[in-house]
C-alpha cells in the first residue's frame, strides 16, 4: 500500500456504517488481509477509530486548522504507525515491495488504525485541510476529497449529484418555473 491507499482506507472507515462486524468488514473488502482476520473484539477499536477521523474531518470542513491538528495528532499518538518494509506477493518470486504500518503479528484493528491515522496524516500534508468536503445532499453524511482542478465538488458522488439536482428540476417543474 502506499500514502493514497491509506487514506482511502481512512476515508472509507470515516464514512463506514460500523453497526456490526459484516459492515466493517464491507467497508474494508478492498483490503481482504485485513477484513477477512477481523473480530468483534476489532470493531469497538475501529468504531472509536472511525469518530476520530470525523471528528478531524468536520474541521477541515468547518476550515478549524487547530482542531484539526489536535484529532489527527490524537488519532496518531493513540495508533502510530510502526512501518516494516514488506516484499511479499510479487509475481514470478519478484517480490512486491511495499510498507506495512504495523508488525507482522498485529491484529487487523491495529493495522487499519495505524493506517487510517497516517492516511489522514498524510492527506492533510498533500492536500492541506481546504480540499475536504462533507456530501451536499442532505440525506448523505460522506466525507470527501475535492481532487477537482477548480475546488468546487459539493457532492460525494456523482449519484448523490444527480439526485439531487434532478430532486430540484422536477421541484421546479412542479411550482411552474424552469
Known amino acids: 500500500m502506499d500514502n493514497a491507499d491509506y487514506l482511502a482506507v481512512a476515508l472509507r472507515l470515516a464514512n463506514a456504517d460500523l453497526s456490526d462486524l459484516d459492515a466493517l468488514r464491507a467497508a474494508l473488502h478492498d483490503e481482504p488481509w485485513w477484513a477477512d482476520r477481523l473480530h468483534e473484539h476489532d470493531l469497538a477499536v475501529l468504531r472509536d477509530v472511525a469518530a476520530g477521523l470525523r471528528r478531524a474531518l468536520d ?4 476550515g478549524d486548522d487547530d482542531a484539526v491538528r ?3 495528532n490524537a ?3 493513540a495508533h502510530p504507525p510502526r512501518p516494516r518494509l514488506s516484499g511479499h ?3 514470478d518470486s519478484t517480490p512486491n515491495w511495499h510498507v ?3 508488525g507482522p503479528d498485529a ?7 495505524a493506517a487510517a491515522a497516517w492516511g ?3 492527506g492533510v ?4 485541510t481546504r480540499r475536504w468536503g462533507r456530501c451536499g445532499a442532505d440525506d448523505c453524511e460522506t466525507y470527501f476529497l475535492d481532487t477537482s482542478t477548480n475546488q468546487t465538488k459539493r457532492f460525494c458522488s456523482p449519484r448523490c449529484a444527480n439526485r439531487v439536482h434532478v430532486a430540484a428540476f422536477r421541484a421546479r417543474r412542479r411550482d411552474g418555473t424552469r
Open 125 to 128: 500534508v498533500h492536500h492541506g
Open 70 to 72: 489536535e484529532e489527527v
Open 107 to 113: 491484529p487487523p484493528a491495529t493495522e487499519v488504525a
Open 100 to 102: 506495512h504500518v504495523a
Open 89 to 91: 506477493g510479487g509475481l
Open 59 to 62: 474541521a477541515m470542513v468547518t
Open 120 to 122: 489522514l496524516a498524510q
Open 75 to 77: 488519532l496518531l499518538a
